[in-house]
C-alpha cells in the first residue's frame, strides 16, 4: 500500500527550515528517502530503520517513529540545491526473505532566492 | 563503477504497438526493479527481479511484463500500447535484499501517439 506523503508541495527561501512527513498503515521494516530534480532521476538520500533511529546528511535529517509507522524528513536552512521532488520510500517484509518497497506520490519543493 | 543504464532514452510509438526497453544495472547488483511514473502519480511499482525470478509485482494490467537475464540485465515489454501508458519508465538496481536501496537510471520516456 503506497505511502502518504504531506505536503504535496512547499516553497521556501532560501534559509528557511522544512518539514516533509510520510505515514503508512502497515508494520515497516525501513523508510527511504530520495530527492529528484528536475529532468534527472531520483538520488538516494538515506534510509532509516526501525528502532525510531535519526539519521542526518549535511543539514537533512530525517526520523523514524516505528510506532505510529511515521517518517520526517527535516530540511535546516535552505539552499537553492534542495530544490526538488522528495519521495518516501515504505519497506515491508513480505513473507520470507521479501522485503517490498512502496514509493509515495512525491512532495514538491521549491527553494527561492 | 558504471551507473545504472537504460535504452532507449526516448520512444514514439503509436497505439496498439508494443514496446521493449532494456535496463543494464550496476556491476553486481542482482535486484533489478522497474517504475513507471507520470505526473502527480509519484513512482509507481511495476514489478521486481533478482536471480531471473520475479520477486514482486504491481497493480499493472498482464500487458506489461518483464525479464531478467542470468548477467542481471532486464527488459521491460508493453504490448497492445495505450495512450495512457506515456509516461517515463525508471529501472534501479540494488544490492540487498532488504534495505533496497535503489539506484536509478535515467529513464526511459516513453510517448503513445
Known amino acids: 500500500q503506497q505511502p502518504v506523503q504531506s505536503p504535496q508541495a512547499v516553497i521556501l527561501r532560501e534559509g528557511e527550515d522544512a518539514v516533509i512527513n510520510c505515514s503508512s498503515s502497515k508494520a515497516l521494516y525501513s523508510v527511504h528517502w530520495y530527492r529528484q530534480k528536475h529532468g534527472e532521476a531520483p538520488v538516494f538520500l538515506m534510509i532509516?530503520?526501525?528502532?525510531?533511529e535519526q539519521k542526518g546528511h549535511d543539514k537533512i535529517s530525517a526520523s523514524f517513529n516505528e510506532k505510529k509507522q511515521q517518517s520526517s524528513l527535516y530540511l535546516t536552512a535552505s539552499q537553492l540545491s534542495y530544490s526538488g521532488t522528495y519521495f518516501c520510500?515504505?519497506?515491508?517484509?513480505?513473507?520470507?526473505?521479501?522485503?517490498?518497497?512502496?514509493f509515495g506520490k512525491g512532495t514538491l519543493l521549491t527553494v527561492n532566492p | 563503477k558504471a551507473g545504472v543504464t537504460q535504452t532507449p532514452r526516448y520512444l514514439i510509438k503509436t497505439r496498439g504497438q508494443q514496446v521493449t526497453l532494456s535496463c543494464s544495472p550496476i556491476s553486481g547488483h542482482r535486484s533489478v526493479s522497474w517504475y513507471q511514473q507520470t505526473p502527480g502519480q509519484g513512482l509507481q511499482f511495476l514489478f521486481e527481479y533478482f536471480s531471473e525470478t520475479q520477486r514482486n509485482k504491481g497493480n499493472f494490467p498482464g500487458r506489461f511484463s518483464g525479464r531478467q537475464f542470468s548477467n542481471s540485465r532486464s527488459e521491460m515489454n508493453v504490448s497492445t500500447l495505450e495512450l495512457g501508458d506515456s509516461a517515463l519508465y525508471l529501472c534501479?538496481?540494488?544490492?540487498?535484499?532488504?534495505?533496497?536501496?535503489?539506484?536509478f537510471g535515467a529513464g526511459t520516456r516513453l510517448s503513445v501517439l
Open positions: 520510500g515504505t519497506e515491508i517484509a513480505s513473507g520470507g526473505s521479501n522485503y517490498k518497497l512502496t
Open positions: 534501479a538496481s540494488s544490492f540487498e535484499i532488504a534495505k533496497n536501496i535503489q539506484y
Open positions: 532509516l530503520l526501525k528502532g525510531g
